[in-house]
């Protein structure tokens, strides 16, 4: 079973709104992370938001917003204010358990295009 | 911030011969580096995570005599493609954790991931 899951291959969204990219994960442990990051055309990774598993509250960071909805196993990034400099491959991560020597486990990211 | 360097970041090679790729943490001391693979439009792979000082631990079906990890140092891990091919031909890139705070929140931090073609 995949552990993390990134439903949308695509989306778009006009330049100054807000969108929703969606994650869904999968794991028993208890103690776990969430990240997303960005990757643009030039292949680096950047770090976005990070969210534990034991944050009662969701993950800000700018115009970045993580909807962590423990139950459900999601969490979704959101961007505010889209700009056409946001248009990138996003992929959500999870590591799980409390190690520093656990690696990420990357979903299969979605690509958003910002139009002006 | 927690700074990676991967050099180089783009090579091109000839079928059969080797290619090495560097991995250097700037600022901070990496006991762990994580080694990823990404295909054209696809996700990071995780490859193997090299170990500062001891063999490195490879996902299943990565080969460890195909590509050898060398963490010599706390600052650097080195990924060797040996005797490469066509089919080798991807984006590499590598991570490490720094350990600022907790270490459960503190997130991975890429190279710039090296590109890697064999013809």
């Known amino acids: 079973a995949q552990k993390i899951t990134q439903t949308q291959p695509g989306m778009f969204v006009q330049e100054k709104e807000a969108v929703t990219l969606d994650c869904t994960y999968d794991t028993s442990d208890q103690s776990y992370g969430l990240f997303w990051y960005k990757q643009p055309s030039s292949g680096e990774m950047i770090f976005l938001i990070y969210q534990g598993s034991y944050d009662e509250q969701n993950a800000t960071e700018g115009r970045y917003s993580l909807n962590f909805q423990k139950a459900r196993k999601s969490a979704n990034l959101v961007i505010s204010a889209s700009q056409l400099g946001d248009s990138a491959m996003y992929f959500c991560a999870m590591r799980e358990g409390n190690s520093g020597n656990t690696p990420l486990v990357f979903g299969k990211g979605t690509r958003l295009s910002v139009i002006a | 911030g927690a700074v990676v360097s991967q050099h180089p970041s783009w090579v091109i090679c000839k079928s059969g011969t080797s290619v090495k790729i560097e991995c250097r943490s700037l600022?901070?001391?990496?006991?762990?580096m994580f080694w990823y693979r990404q295909f054209p439009k696809q996700s990071l792979m995780l490859m193997a995570t090299?170990?500062?000082?001891?063999?490195?631990?490879?996902e299943q079906g990565v080969e460890k005599d195909k590509f050898l990890i060398n963490h010599a140092s706390l600052t650097l891990s080195t990924l060797t493609v040996t005797s490469a091919h066509p089919e080798d031909s991807s984006f590499y890139i590598c991570s490490a954790r720094a350990k600022t705070g907790g270490i459960s929140n503190s997130p991975l931090h890429f190279g710039n991931g090296t590109r890697l073609t064999v013809t």
């Open positions: 090299s170990n500062e000082g001891s063999k490195a631990t490879y």
């Open positions: 600022d901070f001391q990496a006991t762990t």
